[in-house]
């Protein structure tokens, strides 16, 4: 159990345990019925009551959210107090936009690895629904001058300074899809990756008709159990399944979408890109003094984590600039993974991926290789659906495709997977884990 | 620096500006509270403090749990006339009145309890500060003991909030919280406990006018609009308690439109009434029941046991209520239920009622995130008390002790909330059936005070105290009762109960059995009663105590069962429920009702009491008592079934069942236990 790879975290071994998450759930317009730290309480409490250890021994919690909300400062203090862990365990809370998810898992696995902690419950949430809507700078402005204003008559000054465009109202959410420097929506990288290598609308299309017959039929055959337990709202209202899969869609209904981020002649819809979601998922990482002393069943073993950074405006390739240094690192070649996990931010994102890996000039030029790295058997590539069916609660997704790849290769008995998403602002991530062959 | 005084349970502490700080510590105590003894030291240290003419005076509780209690509640019953009472009472006013004619300004510094005399005693200072805390409570209950405040309170809490508020509070006898005893102002700050002393120090260094009422509340207490108010706070009381069983309320009402003009006059009336009040025989019943309860809580006072998780199994409407109070008293609570409807209106049921008991937003959360729905029972292996509350099936409880013991802590309490399969049978399953216990609780759990702690023949006595401890830490009143059909509550209930179906059947108007029944003093008539704990769960358990002990179910509860009123939840019962209130048709006004309805509702109830004391259910009458106005409901100022036979006398009490018995049949036949009994 102890062997350790070539490379990777220095220092001890790093396992998974176990992993929850909560149904994902579609935003509606309005509210969802959880605020972040009440989706990622409610995440976390079926995992620690079914741990043989009390909450407060676990060494420290680490959450990753993109944005809390103004009441949920550090989050992931919030998370641990409310779970139950006690006034003695540090929590803190790590953003890297679309990763934070995996950010969390991999500060949790260096701190096991060095030795500071035994015991860590990492993961991600994100709750979409209730990203804020803030007032402007004018407003903002005359709000202050409007409290500074003493008597009827200054009062009346003020009121009788307020315009129309006062009230106008900025969507947090459509600022935070936005890149701050190049300017372009998310959605708009992904048409630039379309255009660079030639993915048609329809090859989008399909990809996001089979995400929701892959989800749809994992629930339907139970391969999603143990993995997302259902949650409560303070109404009673149970939520047991991801909401957002559509059983009915085909491809004349997406065909029929009409572009979203470049109108009128963008390929990218809402149909083939991931949906605004709410989520929470959680990771039980422990050393092996813990999963010794606790008697802790093993998932599988975070091996190593890479980041990588390339041009915002094409920031949907970063899985190719993640990936591939952390196959190379292992002497891995793309067929060595069993199992692959890349977030499906967009439909066109992942198939540019796949479409960079086969092409040997932008291998070259790009990362450095001889030649192209290869084909990547869509068979193992998000086997249960993706983003495009499940939704990309940005804070949670990335603890998602960690914990469901360790489902997969336990399910199928499988060695080696891998966990991969873009990250707006440029950036890539790949995570790394095994299961011990059986 | 000046002389100190010190006594028994008082001292004093002089600081550099002059300041004297009162302390009471009552010797031998855990609480402070007003006896004649420290009352009287009182009345020795107020002259020796007068005399150093200080810059102010403080006076404040050393004990951890509270400011002071109130008056020294054994002590009441020991006044055998008027003139007595009246007389501890006027010494009790005169102190008050010095400490209120002190000529330097004075302060109570509270925190926790401030209830009754101890209120009155921070009324009697020119200032009051508060601890904001949720523990700090402060309040007037002396109407729940029947009599109402008489060392002056009645005078100056009007004078100090004005008459609506002052009024409320002693009628009700509800206490508040800091922040609220400043809102009505009856205290001048509520502060956090770390500005306490700045505030009292504040308050004698710099002091500011005396708080007074709005113009509006002063208004409302004018001679002019007095009676008006006055009749208005009759009629309030009247839709509550009778005059005929409670007189306190009614007579500090007329106290008050008598003479709110006159406060000297007042003070005296006061005097009067309150010494009238306090040999009534409701304030000596009720006293009883006060000491009832104090019983039942030390039963649960047992160290060394501190459970912090509790699982309870079964979701529906008892086990979801069960496990909502568990969190709602600050323990973490697992409810495994596998029927995800069921769990989630438990969290419903739950959120609505921490919305009403903490209504802060935060408080609301943190009871909820307490609240674990567990759809595979993970929870069990984590838990300190496990208890069973799915449905009564001895089957089915079985199965579920196999599963669930093995996973179970080794001394985690093993409990069961069935209502009528014997303990006995349910441990014969078990590896260890001195484990099992029953913790019965009734519905609904956040209002019902009892929790029956059932032990069967090999239960040990160290986990039936465990039990008891478990109840008493979740603010519920441990009473411990031997298993046998229907344990203590719903044995003695169910004549009563059948016996009022008899009735209806016979053609009895409901309306009237009903009312024979509230007046006599029960909180609601046992039609209605019926219809509300629902017909079915009436037929079972009558069918249970009928198999083992005899007797017969009316004909009429299978038919109404069997036609599918089951009561107030199909909203058909005995009576319809348009809008989940009962409405009852009303009787012909030609017909009257039977002459010996209330004794036919009321003597079988006695009568089985009697055969549970002969049994020994329970260890001894006043556990009878206790358990009856606790569960039930049971005329409080009866003080309980055994004491109202007390009243009523033994020999008068057979010969009127022996009346019923020739009328009506065999089941009235007095229970062989009365022999028993004292006279």
New interface residues.
Partial sequence: MTQREREGYPGRAVYVVDGNRAPFLKVRNRPGPFAAADLAVAAGRPLLARQPFEPPELDEVILGCVMPSADEANIGRIAALRLGCGLRVPGWTVQRNCASGMQSLDCAARGIAEGRSDLILAGGVEVMSRAPVLLSDAMVAWLGAWRGARGIGRRAQALARLRPRHFRVIIGLLRGLTDPVVGLSMGQTAENLAYRFGITREAMDRFALESHRRLAEARDTGRLAGEVEPIFDTRGRCYDADDGVRRDTDLDKLARLRPVFDRPFGNVTAGNSAQITDGATWLLLASEDAVRRHRLPVLGRIVDCHWAALDPAQMGLGPVHAGTPLLERHGLALQDIDYWEINEAFAAQVLACLAAWEDADYCRTELGLKDALGPLDPARINVDGGAVALGHPVGATGARLVLHVLRVLEREGARRGIATLCIGGGQGGAMLVERDAE | MAEESKGVHWYTETDADGIVWLHLDKADSTTNVLSAEVLGELRDLLGEIESRTPRGLVIVSDKPNGFIAGADISEFTRFTDTGDARRAIRAGQGIMDRIESLPFPTVAMIHGFCLGGGLELALACRYRVAEDEPGTRLGLPEVLLGIHPGFGGTVRTVRTVGAPAGMDLMLSGRTLSARAARRVGLIDHAAPRRHLRTAARSLILNPPAVQRPPWSARAAGHALLRPWLARYLRRKVAAKVPKEHYPAPYALIELWERHAGEPRRMIEAEADSAARLLLTRTASNLVRVFFLRERLKAAGRVDGHDPRHVHVVGGGIMGGDIAAWCALQGL?V?VQETD??N???????A?ELYRKRLKRRRLI??A???L?????G??A??ADVVIEAIFEDVEAKSALFRDLVPRMKPDALLATNTSGIPLETLAQTLEAPERLVGLHFFNPVAKMLLVEVVSGPRTAPEVTARAAAFAHRIDRLPLPVKSAPGFLINRILMPYLLEAVTLESEGVPGAWIDRAAVRFGMPMGPIELADTVGLDVCLSVAGILAERLGGEVPERLRELVAAGRLGRKSGRGFYEYPKGKPVKPQPDKARTPPGDLTDRLILPMLDEAVACLRERIVEDPDLVDAGMVFATGFAPFRGGPIEYIREQGVDALIRRLQRLEQTHGARFAPDPGWSALEP
């Fill in positions: 973490r697992t995800r409807d769990l989630g209106r438990a969290v419903a049921r959120h959360q943190a909820m995130d307490r674990i729905p567990d759809l595979r993970d929870g292996a984590h």
